[in-house]
């Protein structure tokens, strides 16, 4: 097999990748929407906040069989890589993914990274690949969906009002797409909350947010062709920021949406803000974008408070997904 990486310039091999990753997506997570062309070119000019992915295309004869691709930052985690391999359904179990996994190890070793992190659905076989390369189970995750359509309109009216009641201290902020240049600096010091969510077993940091890394993750999404919806919760009294939610709604197919970070700061919790934000969201898109039918979402399987939130607003689980992790 012959491996290389290429740029989203490259339109033969974006295809060609993006048809193998479709064709495996189908095989092992049938519930998950196809990605268009456009969404593909997205992800891999703009990453999901302007640190894009590095794509590698396997090709045998010519003819694309196993796509692979590296994430890394260079804001924190500065150890880390993660890796995907897919390999087309009707040639696995040929060494086509063993071939592109060892490629995407080194390379990421060349980048000076020392820990590879591998996420597989829980589908017979796939963690039974990366157990056999060395790499351990160290986190859960679920993938979730919401139907709106399915939505009690006055129960979720009902829960956001008892929700407000309990945090009758706190006002709702709607942000569409860029968020103004004043309030960059308090809203990363807020979206650090995320890192109090678990983490499991995995060998990672903190993530580092600052103003120039929320500025990039809003640029990123719009550029992408998203339309992002930012809920904050602000302290009346102190004007402070105690939590968020954010979802973007996909232009191209504008009945998807997917639920981006929510979280809520220490020091404001118990007030219910997870609740109120959630179905604040869920209000604002009513009104703003009626034509959402799907929102998906993910949590690690031990965070037991935000998927009691979500189980109240109707999310089904699609699947589970394992995150394994090695070091080189």
Known sequence: MDIRRFDPDDGDAVRGWAAV???????????????????????????????????????????????GAIS?????NLHVAWVSVDVLPDRRRQGLGT????????EAA??????VGISCWDVDGLEAFGLAHGYERRA?????????????????????????????????????DRTPDDELEALAVMASAINDAPKEGLDIEDEVFDAARIR???DAQVSRGFALHRLVARHRRTGELAGQTVVVVDLE????????DTSVVAAHRGHRLGALLKTGMLQWLREDQPQVAEIDTWNAESNGFMIGVNE??????????????RSL
């Open 140 to 176: 859960v995750g679920v993938n979730r969906r919401q139907y709106i359509a399915e939505i009690d309109a006055r129960a979720l009216d009902v829960l956001h009002d008892e929700a407000a009641a309990a945090a009758a201290d706190y006002e709702l902020v709607r942000r569409r």
């Open 110 to 115: 060349r980048m000076g990274r020392t820990s």
């Open 99 to 106: 071939t592109m996994l060892r490629h995407l190890e080194a």
């Open 253 to 260: 197919r504008p009945h998807l949406a997917d639920q981006h």
């Open 216 to 218: 990039a993750y809003d």
């Open 21 to 67: 990753r479709t064709a495996s997506s189908a095989h092992d997570a049938p519930w998950e929407h196809e990605p268009t062309e456009h969404f593909t070119l997205g992800q891999l000019r703009h990453g999901w906040d302007g640190e894009p992915q590095v794509p590698f295309l396997g090709t045998v004869g010519g003819v694309p069989v196993a796509a």
């Open 72 to 76: 890394t930052s260079e804001r924190d």
């Open 312 to 325: 109240a607003l109707g999310y089904r689980v699609m699947g589970r997904e394992f995150d394994l992790q």
